[in-house]
């Protein structure tokens, strides 16, 4: 049933996760509401069969999410095992020490409210009138989590019911507390315990699976995180029976600090993870996709974000990371181009060393022109049509950070378009599958190419950050067919900012452009490396120059490949 597992390191990936699951929970809830026929898709793909505790069959993510204590609030979402090694517990110190002791406990972690009232809306499934009781004050709870200060936990907004031992509390990291910046210093983190149990947890994930395909990796691979992920993969492949692995690094910062911030140690300490997640981790990985929300709010794609708020910048990943890996799951009449991951990383890991891959998109995606009279009469389709433009920026923005590439660098490309409209209403799949050849005619480019297309837009959960605002009457007129609003949530224009779906084109793909971002990481290292400042980062993280020389030999191979 090609199953896939994924494994979550870290806060901000975590974050991302909980929008990620959010919007694949949407998605299942809106084919089994309309029927199969509007979009069938694969759910059993990244989720499994679980039991709620009501005895009531539901959809819980093949998921696996690595934490530090103290960095999620208590939900019956998660389970209370999960809850209650989120503190610490006095017997787990009792044993070290046999005199007098006194504990001093803080309270847990409160709970949002929209977390709150999901739950209780989850204790009685089967009451229409405690559900419909609840919807006001839940949309209303939902709208309040995009206040300022509102969301501090990616338990705060997810939806979705976690299996049981889905979350592992690292024991010694706490959250906000503890110095885990660096990232060595995950690669030795684990206790021959704890290691132990994070492999057993990953076991079950695959013996539930019938025939798994692969691992997805989401990591904060500018911290320890990266550095636990690269120590530990090998073995989650052996204990989940893979080989096939998709690693997403996610970013919660898009550029290095600048120099004068604490006298450069900040930006030496960014040049240095950079080098080291970019050669340690995608070693590890069969394709390795560096992620980051587009650069700037008031860009091209008439969204409007907090680029210094988690709750917004992780929206965005994971609405990218959604429509990526769609084809993964994809499978009805109203789609096409279904993907396996042997197939992506077929087609976009040029070879062992230069198995990085970009991610550029745009949400909304574009407005399909209508068809002109002259167009509809020509039959020659080697002609371009002449309002087809590349999709390139500035109509494109890029999430991949600090690359700069074009249609022009690609090698191959996975494009998924979702939800395309034209003339105000939904565009058909074949319209929409036209006007890409189109594109693609007028780009000029010839690559390895595979493209998914869905009639479907991609459907938005409930808790959503409020990025539409700035798409004005005319836009949203002309998207009709790509944005459909929340009615009753909001009056007026306000009711922009709540979609109930929204459509989204992304290009996922492997580029030349490599070749010069690696050199330039390569030389931002081998400068942090040589100074004081950096060397002394190193020896706080007890980075031996065994490791230092692999990263430079690793990265200088993938120069080598990409050139």
């Given at each position: 049933?090609r199953e896939?597992?994924?494994?979550q390191?870290?806060d901000f ?13 949407a998605?299942?809830?809106y084919c ?9 898709v694969?759910?059993?793909v990244f989720?499994?069969e679980k039991?709620t505790?009501?005895g009531q069959?539901?959809?819980a993510p093949?998921l ?7 960095s999620?609030a208590g939900s ?5 095992a999960a ?5 610490l517990?006095s ?10 002791m ?7 972690i409160?709970?949002s409210e929209y977390n709150?009232?999901?739950e209780?809306e989850?204790?009685?499934p ?6 419909n009781a609840?919807?006001?004050?839940l949309?209303?709870?939902a ?12 338990t705060?907004?997810i ?5 049981t ?8 990291i706490w959250h906000g507390s ?5 990232f060595?210093?995950g690669?030795?983190i684990?206790?021959?315990?704890d290691?132990?149990e994070?492999?057993?947890?990953a076991?079950l ?6 025939s ?9 691979d500018?911290?320890?995180f ?13 204990a ?6 998709l690693t997403f ?15 450069g ?7 240095l ?9 995608s ?10 929300s ?7 794609l008439?969204?409007?974000w907090d680029?210094?708020?988690h ?10 990371l959604?429509?990526m890996?769609?084809p993964?799951?994809?499978?009805s009449?109203?789609?096409?181009g279904?993907?396996?991951m042997?197939?992506?990383?077929q ?5 062992p060393s ?19 009279a ?9 002609t371009?049509?002449?309002q087809?433009?590349p999709l390139q ?5 890029q ?5 700069q ?8 490309e996975?494009?998924?378009v979702r939800?395309?409209?034209c003339?105000g ?13 189109q ?10 190419r595979h ?5 479907l ?8 950050p ?5 798409i004005?009457?005319?836009q949203?007129h ?7 609003i ?6 007026g224009s306000?009711a922009?900012?709540?979609?109930r ?15 010069p971002?690696?050199d330039?990481i390569?030389?931002?290292f081998?400068?942090?490396?040589a100074?004081?400042l950096g060397q ?13 020389a ?8 993938m ?5």
């Amino acid at each position: 049933m090609r199953e896939v597992v994924t494994v979550q390191l870290g806060d901000f990936a975590n974050f991302t996760g909980s929008h990620y699951w959010n919007l694949l929970d949407a998605s299942a809830e809106y084919c089994h509401t309309h029927g199969p026929q509007q979009e069938n898709v694969q759910s059993h793909v990244f989720h499994q069969e679980k039991l709620t505790e009501q005895g009531q069959s539901s959809w819980a993510p093949r998921l696996l999410a690595i934490a530090a204590r103290d960095s999620f609030a208590g939900s019956s979402l998660i389970g209370s095992a999960a809850y209650a090694e989120n503190g610490l517990r006095s017997e787990a110190v009792s044993w070290a020490w046999d005199g007098q002791m006194e504990l001093h406990e803080t309270d847990l972690i409160a709970r949002s409210e929209y977390n709150e009232l999901l739950e209780t809306e989850d204790a009685e499934p089967d009451s229409p009138a405690l559900g419909n009781a609840i919807q006001g004050p839940l949309e209303r709870a939902a709208k309040d989590l995009d206040v300022p200060g509102a969301v501090t936990m990616w338990t705060d907004f997810i939806e979705v019911l976690l299996p049981t031992k889905a979350v592992f509390t690292l024991p010694d990291i706490w959250h906000g507390s503890t110095s885990f910046g660096g990232f060595t210093q995950g690669m030795g983190i684990l206790t021959l315990g704890d290691r132990e149990e994070i492999l057993d947890r990953a076991r079950l994930l695959g013996e539930a699976c019938d025939s798994p395909q692969g691992l997805q990796m989401l990591v904060d691979d500018m911290s320890g995180f990266g550095g636990l992920a690269a120590n530990i993969l090998p073995d989650l492949k052996d204990a989940i029976g893979i080989q096939t692995v998709l690693t997403f690094a996610l970013r919660a910062t898009r550029d290095a600090p600048a120099r004068s911030t604490q006298q450069g140690t900040a930006q030496a300490q960014w040049q240095l993870n950079e080098a080291l997640s970019m050669a340690c981790l995608s070693s590890e990985t069969s394709l390795f996709t560096p992620m980051a929300s587009p650069a700037h709010p008031s860009n091209q794609l008439g969204l409007q974000w907090d680029p210094d708020r988690h709750y917004h910048t992780s929206a965005l990943c994971a609405a990218a990371l959604d429509n990526m890996t769609f084809p993964l799951r994809a499978g009805s009449p109203r789609s096409t181009g279904s993907l396996t991951m042997a197939e992506v990383v077929q087609l976009l890991a040029i070879r062992p060393s230069a198995n990085l891959a970009t991610m550029s998109g745009r949400m909304p995606a574009p407005i399909i022109p209508p068809p002109t009279a002259e167009s509809q009469q020509d039959t020659d389709f080697r002609t371009p049509m002449p309002q087809c433009q590349p999709l390139q920026p500035p109509c494109m923005a890029q999430w991949t950070p600090g690359l700069q590439a074009s249609q022009h660098t690609m090698l191959s490309e996975s494009l998924t378009v979702r939800g395309a409209a034209c003339n105000g209403t939904s565009a058909s799949r074949s319209m929409t599958e036209e006007y890409l050849q189109q594109v693609y005619m007028t780009e000029g480019l010839r690559c390895r190419r595979h493209t998914c297309v869905s009639a479907l837009g991609m459907q938005l959960p409930l808790p959503f950050p409020a990025v539409f605002r700035n798409i004005s009457a005319p836009q949203m007129h002309a998207a009709a067919g790509a944005l459909s609003i929340h009615q009753g949530l909001q009056q007026g224009s306000a009711a922009l900012n709540k979609p109930r779906s929204c459509s989204m084109l992304s290009r996922w793909a492997a580029s030349q452009s490599f070749g010069p971002y690696v050199d330039g990481i390569l030389t931002r290292f081998q400068e942090a490396h040589a100074n004081s400042l950096g060397q002394t980062i190193i020896r706080n993280w007890e980075c031996d120059e065994d490791i230092i020389a692999a990263v430079k030999e690793r990265l200088q191979d993938m120069i080598d490949s990409f050139n």
